[in-house]
């Protein structure tokens, strides 16, 4: 590895001619477009892409790191209780926590169809974001007369999680360190300085981490970063030590309700539930309500994770800071560094299976796999000889607003919510609290809010979704390739309200 090092030192270029390339600049600013990207212009040694995954495991690398968890029983009998919530990953578990917290000694269940923080609240980066609408560019343009209440929300939101986080003394590695957004497209640049926002140059921005791609960046103070694992298996702990009754290995099949003010009932694979209020967390899943099925569809997100780098590898990029990081491509990558410097490298791709389906052969994906390695040592030529440790996927619930959205039924005394698009670390606790309002009837500045009282355009049935997802997939990324032009497939869906730019 040592000999690997030395060999990589002269291939590092000057981020300008590595990203720019022949481009023609005048008085600082890029006057030609080029054509592909970074990652297409720059191809990685095939060789050096073989050793960084000879052995490589396909497994997710946080729930490894777990070791043992406690095993919660099934449920074994038919109950009674005042809420139920259905579904033991973040979403679920803070409302159910919140819950306790609001009204303490009242009888809440909690049931999870596998084991606690399995899915997606196990397996994703680890970006605890304070935005609740997927960012602000996403955020202003929905609800522009509400944004700075979102704003101001979502950062209330983050400060709370942290605040539980030292309350309850929960070991999830959390830092709040913010996030680095890297331009590394000359056309990436001009959309930064466009956006008002306060832009680092190049140099400033290798500065904090070092990568011969980056041409400019911006830095959210708003975003912790966490052990995903280890946050649900913490909220499940909390959640049972203020009384929560948690059952693992009980799927929910069914829900219906007793006319308008009786009690609901969810039949499970173990027996009947009757509740009084039921919170629906389920993600990407199924909802037991068929109304808001075609609000969201599977979108498979994958990950590498490095081996943990020593001194010297730390020292070629930098990185004291911390923060996690990601580009501004319409298939994008994110990154961060984990509490033993092992880096968290994933996105770019993002795969739809026809028919919602959700599946775990669909984790397996060589060739998405290979890709990540390769722009992972486009990015960081320095690390050459470092190797990945794992490699796995996970499944996103995917909304046409690219954030939650939150149903009601049966008389307001069932509440669901899904819909995070990726961002969802966060902003399920927010999600939480809206639910329990609902379920309680208050009228507060939350379920006030336009993102909480309009739901999102639903996808549309088979062979439509596909055709529609497969050909926004493609123009997405022949977008990247042609300096950010977007077609009239794209132009279309921005003046509907459905463009994805993120």
């Known amino acids: 590895m040592g000999a690997t090092m030395c060999n990589v030192a002269d291939r590092t270029r000057d981020s300008a001619s590595l990203a720019v390339g022949s481009a023609v600049r005048e008085g600082g600013g890029v006057t030609a477009t080029i054509s592909g990207t970074v990652f297409s212009r720059t191809p990685t040694d095939r060789a050096a892409v073989d050793h960084a995954l000879v052995g490589v495991r396909d497994a997710c690398f946080w729930i490894d790191d777990l070791g043992e968890v406690p095993v919660r029983p099934p449920l074994r009998r038919a109950i009674e209780t005042d809420l139920l919530v259905v579904g033991g990953g973040y979403t679920g578990l803070w409302t159910a926590v919140r819950a306790q917290q609001r009204e303490p000694g009242r009888r809440v269940v909690l049931i999870e169809a596998e084991r606690i923080g399995w899915a997606a609240s196990g397996r994703n980066g680890g970006f605890c974001a304070a935005s609740i609408t997927h960012g602000e560019e996403n955020g202003r343009s929905r609800w522009p007369g509400q944004y700075d209440e979102l704003e ?240 796995w996927a996970g499944a996103i619930d995917t909304s046409t607003r690219f954030c939650a959205f939150h149903g009601r039924a049966m008389n307001g005394r069932v509440a669901h919510t899904a819909g995070f698009t990726g961002l969802g670390v966060g902003a399920s606790r927010f999600a939480a609290e809206v639910m329990l309002d609902r379920l309680a009837g208050l009228d507060t500045e939350r379920t006030r809010l336009d993102m909480v009282r309009r739901m999102p355009v639903p996808f549309p049935p088979e062979p439509i979704a596909s055709i529609g997802i497969q050909a926004t997939r493609r123009a997405l990324d022949r977008a990247d390739h042609r300096g950010g032009r977007r077609n009239a497939w794209l132009r279309t869906l921005d003046k509907l309200g459905l463009g994805f730019d993120s």
């Open 152 to 391: 101001r929300l979502g950062i209330a939101n983050l400060d709370a999680i942290e605040a539980s986080v030292e309350q309850y003394a929960m070991d999830c590695d959390y830092e709040r360190t913010g996030e680095l957004d890297v331009a590394i497209e000359p056309h990436q640049v001009a959309d930064l300085r466009a956006s008002g926002a306060d832009v680092l140059e190049a140099d400033e921005v290798r500065a904090l981490l070092d990568s011969p791609t980056y041409l400019a960046g911006v830095l959210d103070p708003d975003v912790a970063m966490v052990h995903p694992a280890k946050l649900a298996r913490e909220l499940a702990r909390v959640a049972a030590e203020l009384g929560v009754e948690i059952f693992e290995g009980t799927r929910a099949t069914g829900i219906s309700g007793a006319g308008k003010r009786g009690p609901v009932t969810v039949t499970t694979t173990a027996g009947t539930i009757s509740a009084r209020r039921v919170a629906l967390a389920t993600n990407v899943f199924p909802s037991l309500l068929a109304r808001y099925r075609m609000h969201t569809v599977p979108v498979y997100d994958y990950a590498l994770m490095t081996e943990p780098l020593n001194a010297d590898q730390l020292a070629s990029i930098g990185w004291e800071g911390r923060q996690g990081v990601g580009d501004l491509a319409n298939q994008f990558h994110y990154y961060r560094i984990s509490r033993d410097n092992r880096i968290l490298w994933g996105g770019y791709d993002a795969i739809y299976h026809y028919g919602r389906k959700v599946s775990p052969a669909y984790e397996h994906r060589p060739t998405t796999y290979r890709r990540l390695a390769e722009h992972f040592l486009t990015t960081f030529p320095q690390l050459e000889g470092l190797r990945f440790s794992h490699q």
